[in-house]
């Protein structure tokens, strides 16, 4: 019958005990039941059986040797204080560079206890066969004096030394364990915690034979908090394994000790100083005071000297040529893109500034935190997250950190907080089912003042292409990963896929969206330079529709100077707003004159399509014959008891509309001559409008003073080149 | 006329005293004489309440004279202390008043188990059934046997032989004991009855530890009290009967493999060292570091006391499983007769 020392019971009941009869009676020290034993000691029973022993020197179960020791010391948490241990060998480590060898745990341990910690023996038996012994050994702390290997006393004194330096022992000579200053990159590891690298058991599996054999420097150790009191670095080292399981991080599963050399040195390991490389060349980048290196403590100066520390693996070969270097095998995002980041206005500072290296605060040196992750998003400032880790201070809270009109002149936060504006907003996104953030539109690596955009559909890339392709990146239907709209909306929906074709887009080709839309935000509804009533049954003044008369001539609706004759009955007499009838953005059909839409009117509106057939949005509004044209929708219904009601009435577009600006709203003499694009479409009308182009940067000086900009355009960054369009 | 009143009040005196004189081997306790009057100190002829013609059931009739308030006999084995209260005054020198018996009491006992230097009566944790009960004699039995005998019956009289002279030959034996225990299975074994009685132990403070059978408490060669008992306790006790070596050897018996000297002398270098260091000028050879209450020998008695103990077991002392695997009872119901706190019988000699 073979009996454990103790038994799961006995643990509960000596649990019990000791609650009783407190520390006195149990733990009388941190050697119990190893030693330290009072007259009327209960120990002796951990171990021995006075009649009814199971080993010899009436041990309590039939295991000898080391194994006995493994009852308790087995990692079964039976007791709960015995630590788990393997015996101080290499037969089961792959890594042992010496010959095979395995001590027992009695050659180092006294299980009576000593005066020493561990009941370390004060003469370690180093031959188990000779008997020899060497000592005496001195063993009372785990760092510092008198500990594994203080550096000072008498070096047979030293727990670990006594051993090493005996030509007795298996481990002598210490050719593959050189220690002192020696051991790892020529740092002198005395009064360190040794068992911090080498623990008693390698694997935490006490039935392998691996006790003391190093466990791999870099995670095992900097899993937790490292400070040996020496003050190195200032306040220790901290544990960063855990970082790398943070919200954003490199490594995306378990870091590795081969990830973490693919950026740090260990030249100079321990000393206190983060040595970083530059693995496109043979560049060190050495810490030179203790914690300038940390997001918290960086100055810009160093995070720009860092700078290519970072782009050496974030380019376009990655690590060297590798670009999966870590152990996730993800690839590594090219931040650098050939000359792209050089030339962003984040790395040039523009007029602003020398601009920012990658490392820093957020705010006075760059964005990123650490490399090693954040609890925010992309290893962003500060890492802990400690300024909130909402989604406001990870997204559009961190760029309005410096896009508030304080280091960015422009207040970009102001615009988002306009009546209308894109939802990057995150509380909105919550409420209303969207997604967008700036990043979207706006690759911080990549975007400078010349060009402000990146490519939605890939970031990685400056946006290329007209301004309204830019927009209708997202609002073609098809937005990109990342990208959606809100579930309800106001106006004429999202998808403005249409646009492209539409007289009003032909016609303002290079003016895009924005001549009517800003791009962040609007006092106006639906991001408009100028406004435009939508709702009806209103009085009509002039002033809602400002945003039209900056092109079209009030005119052309209040003295029906139009194609259609009867502009002032609709919207002067009977309020009727524009967007009764026409979508500004496209004609239901395409090709329709007049961008005649009547989905909104119906959708939002009291219009409605049932009465005469056929009754649907194409055949609402139709060609009669030749230039005449008619409406069928149901207020137009004959017999309908609405005093409104008539029968379709056909109109001719008539041949001499003046609905446009004068030629002096674009053009005036004895300014720089205007580049004229003259389109034939129709003959008909002739609509003068300015062109935004695409050289944002002039300043407003550099406009001739008369003749004045339409209002609505008179906006200073903007080009002044006027080009005639030509319309139907 | 007076004679009268002596011979009556001599007999009044005598009736007043049913348990007699509490003197082993003597009294009411063996050498009778063919007029001996001693018998009538226990058995009624024709109204015993109780079988075997007692006025008393054992252990009320024992506890009679040997209890708390019994004034037969010196020896209260209930609280295991020695009062010097019977009438008989040739008794004396026998105990000293107020100290502890050597075998402990079944109720309570005045041992110093923490040896602080001082002893309270307190109530016994472990004591040998004494009512005739039944448990478990633990290593009775062969070799191979199991951890035990159960249902094994014991009460005073199955050690004691309250007639005397117990020995296999008819003569006096320690304590009254039997040659061969009731239940035992035993061969028998005589132990030889003191020259000069003492009941209590020789240490002012009762400390138990260390105390030894001869006169002073100084322990003797073989075949001494202490020796003859191992052995007698070895009839109920088979298997816990361990020579020198028996540590170190398998004795193949699944439970009671190694085990203790528990009859004997250490042997080996390193126990002789305990004590004697060679290198010294002259003999015994003592050394200062060698613990007071190490010696030549060790026997059951060295460790336990026969009666009952108020040692303490707590932590891993009390959690020790009993021979048949079971941890109950546990705590200090866990202390089976041992003279002092814990493992402290352990420490006294090994001195870890």
Not at chain 1, 23 to 32: C, D, R, S
Not at chain 2, 115 to 126: E, L, N, Q
Request: overall charge negative; glycine content about 12%; charged content about 15%.
């Amino acid at each position: 019958m073979s009996r454990s020392p103790i038994t799961i019971s006995s643990v509960i009941i000596i649990t019990c005990l000791f609650l009783v009869f407190g520390l006195t009676t149990i733990a009388k020290a941190q050697n119990n039941p190893h030693g330290n034993y009072s007259a009327a000691t209960d120990a002796c029973g951990a171990c021995h059986r006075t009649h009814t022993g199971m080993g010899v020197a009436l041990r309590a179960s039939v295991e000898q040797g080391d194994d006995f020791c493994l009852n308790c010391h087995d990692g079964s948490g039976v007791p709960a204080t015995a630590p788990v241990v393997s015996t101080h060998a290499n037969v089961n480590f792959s890594g042992g560079s010496e010959a095979s060898f395995q001590l027992t745990c009695i050659q180092c341990h006294e299980p009576h206890g000593t005066s020493n910690l561990s009941s370390i023996r004060e003469a370690v038996i180093i031959n188990t066969t000779l008997n020899l012994t060497t000592g005496p050994v001195v063993f009372a702390a785990t760092s510092s004096a008198n500990s594994f290997d203080d550096g000072n006393s008498n070096p047979v004194s030293h727990i670990c030394v006594t051993c090493h330096i005996n030509s007795e022992n298996a481990g002598y000579p210490m050719a593959f364990h050189t220690g002192g200053v020696n051991h790892i990159g020529n740092f002198n590891y005395a009064g360190q915690n040794c068992i911090a690298c080498h623990p008693h058991s390698a694997d935490d599996d006490p039935t392998t034979l691996d006790g003391f054999m190093p466990i791999g420097g870099c995670t095992n150790c900097h899993a937790a908090a490292q400070d040996n009191g020496d003050n190195i670095p200032v306040g220790g080292r901290r544990a960063v394994v855990d970082e790398f399981g943070r919200t954003s991080h490199h490594v995306q599963g378990s870091v590795t000790d081969a990830d973490c050399l693919v950026c740090h040195v260990m030249a100079t390991h321990t000393n206190g100083y983060v040595q970083l490389k530059n693995v496109d060349n043979t560049i060190i980048y050495d810490e030179m005071v203790w914690g300038s290196f940390r997001a918290d403590e960086i100055s810009n100066t160093i995070s720009k000297a860092l700078q290519p520390f970072c782009l050496s693996c974030h380019d376009s070969d990655g690590a060297g040529g590798n670009t999966t270097p870590f152990s996730d095998g993800q690839t590594v995002p090219n931040i650098k893109g050939g000359t792209l980041w050089a030339e962003s206005a984040h790395n040039t500072g523009e007029t602003t500034n020398t601009g920012y290296g990658c490392l820093g605060d957020g705010s006075t040196s760059g964005c990123h935190a650490t490399a090693h992750g954040s609890n925010i998003n992309s290893l962003l400032a500060p890492s802990d997250g400690s300024s909130g880790s909402n989604n406001v201070n990870q997204e559009e809270g961190f760029c309005y950190t410096c896009h508030n009109g304080s280091t960015v002149a422009k207040d970009i936060e102001a615009e988002f907080m306009r009546t209308s504006h894109h939802d990057v907003n995150d509380g909105e996104q919550t409420a209303n089912g969207s997604a967008l953030e700036c990043t979207n539109c706006h690759n911080p690596h990549r975007v400078k003042n010349s060009n402000r955009l990146s490519d939605p559909d890939n970031t990685q890339q400056l946006w290329a292409g007209t301004d309204t392709n830019f927009c209708l990146a997202c609002h073609d239907g098809n937005p990109p990963a990342g990208v959606s709209f809100p579930t309800t909306f106001n106006g004429t929906g999202f998808d403005k896929s249409n646009y492209s074709g539409s007289s009003h887009s032909t016609n303002l080709d290079g003016y895009g969206c924005r001549h009517c839309h800003s791009e962040h935000g609007s006092t106006y509804g639906s991001l408009l330079v100028g406004q435009y009533r939508k709702s009806h049954h209103q009085t009509f003044t002039t002033s809602d529709y400002s945003l039209c008369w900056t092109c079209h001539n009030t005119s052309t609706v209040t003295a029906d100077q139009s194609a259609f004759p009867e502009h002032r009955r609709h919207v002067v007499n009977q309020n009727s707003p524009c967007i009764h009838c026409h979508d500004v953005h496209a004609p239901y059909d395409v090709g329709e004159p007049g961008l005649i839409n009547f989905v909104y009117g119906v959708t939002k509106m009291d219009v409605s399509l049932n009465g005469r057939t056929p009754s649907n949005y194409s055949t609402a509004f139709r060609a009669i014959s030749g230039a005449q044209w008619g409406c069928y929708l149901l207020c137009h219904a004959q017999g309908n008891l609405n005093s409104d009601d008539h029968d379709p009435q056909p109109y001719s577009r008539g041949s001499a509309d003046t609905i446009g600006n004068s030629c002096t709203t674009c053009h005036y003499s004895g300014g720089p001559a205007p580049v004229l694009t003259v389109q034939t479409v129709s003959p008909q009308f002739n609509i003068y409008l300015p062109i935004i182009l695409k050289n944002f940067g002039r300043e407003k000086s550099a406009i001739p003073a008369t003749p004045p900009l339409p209002s609505a355009m008179n906006q200073p960054q903007k080009s002044s080149i006027y080009l005639p369009i030509i319309a139907r | 006329m007076i004679n009268k009143f002596i011979l009556v009040t001599g007999l009044l005196l005598l009736l007043s005293l049913p348990a007699g004189l509490a003197l082993a081997d003597n009294g009411p306790h063996g050498g009778y004489t063919a007029s001996t009057d001693a018998c009538a100190g226990c058995h009624r002829a024709h109204t015993a309440p109780a079988p075997k013609l007692l006025v008393n059931a054992v252990p009320d009739l024992c506890f009679t004279c040997h209890g708390s308030t019994g004034q037969g006999a010196d020896t209260n084995v209930v609280d295991g202390q020695y009062f010097d209260r019977d009438i008989d005054s040739t008794d004396s020198g026998e105990g000293v008043n107020n100290r502890g018996l050597k075998g402990g009491g079944f109720v309570n006992a005045l041992i110093d188990t923490n040896f602080d230097g001082t002893a309270t009566s307190t109530p016994v944790t472990s004591a040998h059934l004494n009512d005739g009960s039944s448990g478990t004699a633990w290593g009775n039995g062969t070799f191979g046997s199991g951890p035990g005998a159960t249902g094994f019956g014991l009460s005073c009289t199955s050690c004691h032989d309250p007639h005397g002279r117990a020995s296999s030959t008819g003569s006096a034996t320690y304590r009254l004991l039997r040659f061969v225990p009731f239940n035992s299975g035993g061969s028998g074994r005589n132990v030889t009855d003191e020259t000069n009685k003492l009941y209590t132990v020789s240490n002012a403070n009762n400390k138990y530890f260390g105390e030894g059978y001869a006169a002073g408490g100084t322990w003797l060669q073989m075949d001494s009290q202490e020796a003859q008992l191992s052995e007698w306790c070895m009839q109920c006790h088979t298997r816990y009967l361990a020579g020198t070596g028996s540590g170190n050897t398998s004795s193949t018996d699944p439970v009671f493999s190694y085990r203790h000297l528990s009859h004997g002398a250490p042997t080996g270098g390193a126990a002789c060292q305990k004590c004697h260091n060679w290198s010294l000028p002259s003999p015994p050879f003592l050394t200062t570091t060698a613990g007071p209450e190490w010696h030549h020998y060790v026997e059951c008695m060295s460790c336990h006391v026969a009666h009952g103990t108020s040692a303490t077991m707590n932590g891993y002392a009390g959690i020790v499983e009993w021979p048949d695997g079971t941890t109950s009872p546990s705590g200090d119901g866990r202390s089976s007769l041992l003279r002092a706190d814990g493992r402290g019988v352990c420490q006294r000699c090994h001195g870890k």
